[in-house]
């Protein structure tokens, strides 16, 4: 088969366009045909060496595509199916794919394969971000820093769907069109207009009640001394420009949520404790 493989770290040259042997698949596992696959930031940090991985390597975290074979064991998936995977197995950059059964998700007839590939890895993290590190809620001010990608547009719409009231920051005109199209409340253009973390937050519709932001440099992230009046969260995802700087979660004296701990949607899970910060969750 055809695949894009990688011998050592570096810019994209080290991208080479190869035949490799097919993969088999052993027990637990299915092969699919690759459809299509989603290309995503986080691959140019494996590509760099950022966060290593052995190699040769086929990189890809995102995939969509038909089932072709099933290793022994495999209950759930036939051949046939349509199915995707995302933040999990590496390897997407290929013709054919080897995934673990339980890392396969079925997709809906309903829904493209090329939709499958692109949304399921950055549709988690929206997800978790809105319903299990800090549920929204009607009564909650939702500011989230690059609402234009694809991350950000999701989360837009999530939170808008819970209720919440949505303030996101972008860089262009037209980034900040994408963001109004999906439903952003209130819209900054950082690069044209100064703001803090306090004055976007003192919204008139709720005041403050919490926030999520995301994709943190350091101007987005608010110091202790200008930070809003709890209770308030942060949460945030990928890796930050401020992360040079140190973590922001010692870098942010955050407070922990006055409110009682409310019930996370996850079957099984625990509800987030009131006395811990939610800044380590």
């Known amino acids: 088969m055809k ?9 994209p040259e080290v991208l080479e366009y190869v035949d490799v042997p097919d993969p088999v698949p052993g027990a637990g596992e299915l092969l699919i045909d690759v459809v299509s696959i989603g290309i995503n930031f986080i691959d140019t940090y494996v590509r760099r060496g950022m966060y290593p991985r052995p190699l040769p390597l086929i990189p890809g975290y995102e995939v969509a595509g038909t089932v072709t074979e099933i290793g022994a064991d495999v209950d759930e ?3 046939g199916d349509r199915v995707a995977m995302a933040g999990l197995s590496m390897g997407s950059y290929a013709e054919k794919m080897v995934i673990p059964e339980w890392q396969a998700v079925k997709v ?3 829904v ?3 939709d499958a590939a692109a949304v399921l890895e950055q549709g988690m993290t929206a997800h978790y971000l809105c319903y299990s590190t800090y549920p929204l809620d009607p009564e909650n ?3 989230i820093h690059a609402g234009a990608g694809g991350v950000g547009r999701l ?3 999530m939170a808008k769907q819970l209720g919440a009231t949505v303030i996101t920051t972008v860089s262009t005109k037209e980034k900040a069109d994408m963001a109004r199209s999906v439903g952003a409340d209130h819209v900054v253009l950082y690069t044209e207009q100064e703001y803090s973390v306090l004055q976007l937050t ?3 519709r709720s005041g403050w009640r919490g926030s999520t932001r995301r ?3 350091r101007r987005w992230l608010p110091r202790p001394a200008a930070a809003p009046a709890p209770p308030f969260a942060l949460s945030h995802s990928g890796r930050p420009a401020c992360r040079r700087a140190g973590a922001p979660t010692r870098r942010c004296a955050l407070p922990a949520p006055a409110s009682p701990p409310r019930p996370s949607p996850w079957p099984g899970s625990r509800p987030a404790s009131a006395g811990a910060s939610p800044a380590a969750r």
């Open 77 to 79: 998936i036939s051949v």
């Open 215 to 217: 994709c943190c440099s």
């Open 108 to 110: 809906p007839d309903a």
């Open 202 to 204: 003192r919204h008139p």
């Open 141 to 143: 001010t939702a500011l």
């Open 112 to 114: 493209s394969m090329e």
């Open 155 to 157: 989360l837009i719409q």
């Open 3 to 11: 695949a894009i493989r990688m011998t050592r770290t570096g810019g």
